[in-house]
T-cell receptor, first 112, second 111 residues
Framework: SQTIHQWPATLVQPVGSPLSLECTVEGTSNPNLYWYRQAAGRGLQLLFYSVGIGQISSEVPQNLSASRPQDRQFILSSKKLLLSDSGFYLC???????????FGQGTRLTVV | TQLLEQSPQFLSIQEGENLTVYCNSSSVFSSLQWYRQEPGEGPVLLVTVVTGGEVKKLKRLTFQFGDARKDSSLHITAAQPGDTGLYLCAGAPYNTDKLIFGTGTRLQVFP
């Protein structure tokens, strides 16, 4: 069966520090991978998506970047965090954009 | 920007009432999905509607996909406290690989 792992679950980082959130998928090959950010009680904002190794599409100009160094690994990074980067970050995978998306447990990031 | 707008944003009702949540866009979608999310967790799929005009039922939940495949609705009959949560529509605009989510509807059902 397929599983998705996302870590860490919570993170408190000072302004100006770097960020690395990692997401890995098991039990499937060549998945579509997604990074979303969610404000409290609101919808999910698509940040990045990837349909293959090294292929990253950015949806929103921002202080973040993403990489896919391996087929089932998706990394969200920042060189210098801003206060506005705080939020709930979710990684997801799907077979295609029109099929069910499966989500990790999320990372609650607080920038102080 | 291709958006999925949901209405209402918040809904607070008594147990036993009926409700409808709407999901609208100016873009055409190959399919639309509905998810429910609990606090601190990722969304979980409820249903996918694929054909324009399609109606799907899941116990007390009825989902409809608009004829033009630009909108969808979720109707809950006789709501229960267990229906409380954040409801999200989602889809990939036609001919794209990106899965975008709606603005969300927070439902609270009181006993």
């Amino acid at each position: 069966s397929q599983t998705i792992h996302q870590w860490p679950a919570t993170l408190v980082q000072p302004v100006g520090s770097p960020l690395s959130l990692e997401c890995t998928v098991e039990g499937t090959s060549n998945p579509n991978l997604y990074w979303y950010r969610q404000a409290a009680g609101r919808g999910l904002q698509l940040l990045f998506y990837s349909v293959g190794i090294g292929q990253i599409s950015s949806e929103v100009p921002q202080n973040l970047s993403a990489s896919r160094p391996q087929d089932r690994q998706f990394i969200l990074s920042s060189k210098k965090l801003l206060l506005s980067d705080s939020g709930f970050y979710l990684c997801a995978w799907s077979v295609s954009a029109n099929t069910e998306a499966f989500f990790g447990q999320g990372t609650r990031l607080t920038v102080v | 920007t291709q958006l999925l707008e949901q209405s209402p944003q918040f809904l607070s009702i008594q147990e036993g009432e009926n409700l409808t949540v709407y999901c609208n866009s100016s873009s055409v979608f190959s399919s639309l999905q509905w998810y429910r999310q609990e606090p601190g967790e990722g969304p979980v799929l409820l249903v996918t509607v694929v054909t324009g005009g399609e109606v799907k039922k899941l116990k007390r939940l009825t989902f409809q996909f608009g004829d033009a495949r630009k909108d969808s609705s979720l109707h809950i009959t006789a709501a229960q406290p267990g229906d409380t949560g954040l409801y999200l529509c989602a889809g990939a605009p036609y001919n794209t690989d990106k899965l975008i989510f709606g603005t969300g509807t927070r439902l609270q059902v009181f006993p």
